[in-house]
């Protein structure tokens, strides 16, 4: 309950070292110590997923939270200055480009329309070269039913989303901007892993196919991370 996830996931986590626990007893029970459990919370993947997925809407750590479309730019500019210290300048540009579509993709549109905390969770570690963006905003299939409201699940959104052009304006219609992106990921080093709703979906440099996951934990915005 602290860490917002299931028995099934902590099973997996202990199994992979990402989250270990400590046995006690022959009883094969997993324990976890507090600090331990502190620690992992104030990861900002695992915070961020927290945040997201909350039934109790909250502001995020400040250090991570773009309320406004301002501070997003100003965070992403910083971004793309660390990122040109230990990259080529087209690759800082490109991890940028990616990162300015997500993340404006959540205030255009959500805007006027937030259901409890607007702007955008926004963290990255240039160690562990990963970005991560998330809202607690409409999701892709609230959005995409404007313009196509045939579609019923979020599996064919996200699909939908970064897969076909849709045409239209004022705001764009959600779709053009990720098929922009999984075209970057997809030609170049550069990994994606994206969820709305209970789809999750993972792009890669080389990779052609298009599987669409459904998980069991759904989150009412979008949740992703890049890694390059």
């Not at 406004?68 to 940028?96: C, G, P, W």
């Not at 779709?175 to 075209?183: A, I």
């Amino acid at each position: 309950k602290i860490l917002g996830v299931s028995i099934d996931t902590l099973r997996r986590w202990d199994k992979s070292g990402k989250f270990s626990s400590v046995r006690i007893s022959s009883g094969g029970n997993r324990y976890y110590r507090k600090p331990d459990v502190d620690l992992f919370i104030k990861e900002p993947l695992a915070m961020a997923q927290k945040w997201a997925t909350s039934a109790s809407a909250y502001e995020p750590d400040q250090k991570y939270y773009c309320k406004t479309r301002d501070v997003f730019q100003a965070r992403l500019e910083h971004l793309q200055s660390e990122l040109s210290k230990d990259t080529n300048k087209m690759y800082t540009s490109l991890i940028s480009a990616i990162t300015g579509e997500i993340g404006n993709n959540s205030f255009d549109h959500n805007l006027g329309n937030w259901p409890d905390i607007l702007g955008i969770y926004f963290s990255y570690s240039l160690t562990e070269r990963k970005i991560i963006l998330a809202d607690r905003g409409l999701g892709i299939l609230f959005t995409l039913k404007k313009v196509k409201p045939a579609l019923k699940s979020h599996k064919d959104a996200l699909k939908v989303a970064f897969t076909e052009t849709i045409s239209g304006r004022a705001p764009e219609s959600r779709g053009n901007g990720l098929k922009f992106v999984r075209n970057i990921v997809t030609q170049n080093p550069i990994k994606l892993t994206f969820q709305t709703g209970n789809a999750f979906l993972e792009l890669q440099q080389g990779k052609q196919d298009f599987e669409v996951e459904i998980l069991t934990r759904s989150i009412p915005g979008c949740l992703a991370v890049i890694e390059y």
